[in-house]
């Protein structure tokens, strides 16, 4: 098998956490990254989940003021019943 070089710019201290992390498991950087292409071409994706902390939706104020909130439906507290005509009409306001 053919084999080439691949240079990748990373942090300092995350290249160092990496490369102690990789010899703890008994293993080096580009025996590491193998793993992780040969993963990428199996799987056809990436093999984690990739997300983002900054939409809104998932901070940790909203998450607590869903979770306050799903307690009080829950606990049958703050509860509006609308009737289909009155959900109806806010719709067309």
Not at 63 to 89: C, F, P, Q, T
């Amino acid at each position: 098998m053919t084999q080439t070089t691949f240079s990748v710019r990373m942090d300092t201290d995350v290249k160092r956490q990496f490369d102690s992390f990789c010899s703890r498991v008994g293993m080096n950087a580009s025996v590491a990254i193998n793993m992780f292409a040969r993963a990428v071409l199996r799987e056809k994706r990436l093999p984690f989940e990739v997300t983002t902390d900054d939409d809104p939706f998932y901070s940790a104020e909203n998450v607590a003021e869903l979770l306050r909130r799903k307690a009080d439906v829950d606990a049958g507290r703050n509860l509006v019943v609308k009737s289909m005509d009155e959900l109806e009409g806010m719709a067309h306001d």
